[in-house]
Nanobody, 124 residues
Framework: QVQLVESGGGLVQAGGSLRLSCTAS????????MGWFRQAPGKEREFVAA????????YYADSVKGRFTISRDNTKNTMYLQMNSLKPEDTAVYYC?????????????????WGQGTQVTVSS
């Protein structure tokens, strides 16, 4: 069992930056592939970025490529999402997720554990 807690969301102006954190409980964090997803009001949850168990492989949605960076620190049981050049369309609740098999995947179905989400609002 893994429990995930996101933090770092907030209100920022367009062009600004935020860094989200996802801290996991338990001693097996380093075995999990991790991902960030987001959900805007009235829309389905969508993939943002993913990272494999070691941090050596990352994968991004086209909409955030070049602006967002996913990383992890297995010594701290924490994953990060550095978000730069934010746009109003990035406004959503951001969720972190953990998948047992260690891969970086974009499919929602791969992930077994989810955090409660953190709100990111980008004003124009």
């Amino acid at each position: 069992q893994v429990q995930l807690v996101e933090s770092g969301g907030g209100l920022v102006q367009a062009g600004g930056s935020l860094r989200l954190s996802c801290t996991a409980s338990g001693r097996t964090f380093s075995r999990y592939g991790m991902g960030w997803f987001r959900q805007a009001p009235g829309k389905e949850r969508e993939f943002v970025a993913a990272i494999n168990y070691s941090g050596g492989s990352t994968y991004y949605a086209d909409s955030v490529k070049g602006r967002f960076t996913i990383s992890r620190d297995n010594t701290k049981n924490t994953m990060y999402l550095q978000m730069n050049s934010l746009k109003p369309e990035d406004t959503a609740v951001y969720y972190c997720a953990a998948g047992r098999f260690g891969y970086a995947k974009e499919e929602v179905e791969y992930y077994e554990y989810w955090g409660q989400g953190t709100q990111v609002t980008v004003s124009s």
